[in-house]
Nanobody
């Protein structure tokens, strides 16, 4: 089966950069039928799409986060990463990585369990 696992710090200080890694097993991030995606959920809010990476390395980011977001894939490690700069308390959320089929307007089919990230001094 396909499994995704987020890893990274649980606590980040304001103004610092969050770096998260999603480790994938059971599928390759080089698969051309899927995008690999970061999503977060803040308290009292719904799920927010942050960005995605495709097998060719192309990245796409939410307009609201694009200015401080970056990501990449590491094919040998079968991992993809997220960096979110200039963190604020409003960035406190559960962060998920997930897979989504590219074609056919399909929903995400596999999710990581999520990792809590708290921004606090």
């Amino acid at each position: 089966q396909v499994q995704l696992q987020e890893s990274g710090p649980g606590l980040v200080k304001p103004s610092q950069t969050l770096s998260l890694t999603c480790t994938v097993s059971g599928a390759s991030i080089n698969a051309n039928d899927y995008s690999w995606t970061w999503i977060r959920q803040s308290p009292g809010k719904g799920l927010e799409w942050m960005g995605s990476i495709l097998n060719d390395g192309s990245t796409y980011y939410s307009p609201s986060l694009k200015s401080r977001t970056s990501g990449s894939g590491d094919t040998p490690k079968n991992q993809f990463t997220l960096q979110l700069r200039f963190m604020t308390p409003e960035d406190t959320a559960v962060y998920y990585c997930a897979r989504r089929p590219i074609m056919g307007h399909k929903d995400y089919d596999y999710w990581g369990q999520g990792t809590q990230v708290t921004v606090s001094s």
